[in-house]
Nanobody, 127 residues
């Protein structure tokens, strides 16, 4: 049984930082790509960042230079370091697994390409 557990969300002032963590169990973590998505109230879930099993990365344009995704395969954990946070970053953040190594670099930003999701962690940035 695959489980993804996120942590690290919270309330922070604009310009502050948070580090989200997502620990996976029940799968061979080193062989799957991982992604972070966010969903604000009334909006669709959208891509934030993704990291492949060889540690290559993709980012949404609005977070480039501010967010960094990384993974520690020994700990079955993927991280999202979020710096220079802005009020528009406020959302629930979800981690997810992308199982298809053949198509990851073409579908990394597509929620339906991910098969397991965590429960989400709330990030609130005050102005």
């Amino acid at each position: 049984q695959v489980q993804l557990v996120e942590s690290g969300g919270g309330l922070v002032q604009a310009g502050g930082s948070l580090r989200l963590s997502c620990t996976a169990s029940g799968l061979t973590f080193s062989s799957v790509a991982m992604g972070w998505f966010c969903q604000a109230p009334g909006k669709e879930r959208e891509f934030v960042a993704s990291i492949g099993w060889r540690h290559s990365t993709f980012y949404k344009d609005s977070v480039k230079g501010r967010f960094t995704i990384s993974r520690d395969n020994a700990k079955n954990t993927v991280y999202l370091q979020m710096n220079s946070l802005m009020p528009e970053d406020t959302a629930v953040y979800y981690c997810a697994t992308h199982p298809n190594s053949r198509y990851w670099d073409r579908t990394y930003d597509t929620p339906s390409a991910y098969n397991y999701w965590g429960q989400g962690t709330q990030v609130t940035v005050s102005s």
